[in-house]
């Protein structure tokens, strides 16, 4: 694809002007600058205009940017034209927690179906939703097409989850469980690995003696 | 303090590379290089000596790094010399799902804490825990000296939430409520927003049509 070249810091602001982008048009605004995107989100004016070209020439200089042509234009390279669907498979807590997600409206996503392998779960209600039984994902999935897959299951059964996924034609994958799953080459796995996000922001802890370098 | 500078991207493979060397040393060997160090953690070897190279010289050229003193270097670094202390506050769903969450034993993090401000919830066991009440947090905090915080709140609790901990002492937090918190200069915090992570997950999904570029 043409512009995979952007590195991932890249991406995630992407989706980070998206948001402040539609915010904007919502509020009638029809261009904005490179500044005005910085005063909203934070990010530095000449790092907005260097992500954004990336993806070719949006904005004219000293005319900044047309908001709804760069709204669809960031919504396309980032794949969410429309709604998402979202499936999860594992209806232990972090799965419930999920669907209760109220992040979720209003957002790019919807939360399509949650299956699971327990006899004693499937069927029943979670929300909105029913507990399916993790056996019927190829054919259910068939109707339903979705092709965002979240895994919340213990690490064990991971790969039987990501397993099913892939037979079922899951693209991209999230996983929150605690084990690394092998993919095909053409499925993308993003590992949510919470200690590592904790250690990361350990590093922000004030520490009370200066680490001597050496 | 002296290594603020590093890009954020190097801090969370700062975390990576001490999983890694963490393994080797168990597994006996003293000394290692930055290539296999690539070979473990999949990150090229220019990067590593790039990463490692903010934080001062620890390697000597053509001999490489002796592991045991780069992996306190880099526990040091990111303050993880002794297993840190966690709370979170709220007990629900995801709340319930961390105290469980395996992925902590054998971490840099142990589970110490957990509150609630429900009275129906507030004495009850989780796991190991006993939900306390987040109005004792100052005074149960003087004595567990707690410094990393987790929030899984509904969002029109995280602030309050936030708000104790930083009467508390806790000096970063991880903040999975949908909603934005404000914190003292001192005190760091992480937003965890799950759609931002799914968006940049759709960006790799294979595309049906390439999106133009104008």
């Not at 952007?6 to 605004?29: C, F, H, K, M, Q």
């Amino acid at each position: 694809m043409i512009f995979k070249q952007a590195p991932e810091p890249t991406i995630g602001r992407l989706a980070i002007y998206l948001r402040a982008l539609r915010t904007i048009l919502d509020s009638g605004v029809s261009t904005v600058s490179s500044a005005d995107i910085e005063k909203i989100t934070g990010i530095n004016s000449g790092q907005v205009r260097k992500d954004l070209s990336y993806f070719g020439e949006f904005g004219r200089p000293g005319r900044g940017y047309s908001v709804e042509p760069l709204v669809n234009k960031l919504a396309g390279i980032l794949g969410l034209h429309e709604k998402q669907k979202v499936m999860i498979v594992g209806a232990g807590n972090l799965g419930t927690a999920l669907v209760g997600y109220t992040g979720f409206s209003n957002s790019d996503f919807e939360l399509a179906a949650i299956y699971d392998n327990n006899f004693n779960k499937i069927g029943r209600s979670l929300w909105h939703l029913e507990i399916l039984d993790i056996e019927n994902m190829p054919s259910i999935n068939r109707e339903m097409n979705v092709n965002v897959g979240i895994i919340t299951t213990p690490g064990t059964a991971a790969q039987y989850a990501a397993d099913k996924m892939f037979e079922s034609g899951v693209k991209v994958i999230m996983n929150f469980a605690p084990a690394r799953i092998n993919v095909p080459e053409n499925v993308t796995v993003r590992n949510v690995d919470l200690t590592q996000e904790l250690q990361i922001l350990c590093y922000y802890m004030p520490k009370e003696e200066i680490v001597e370098i050496k």
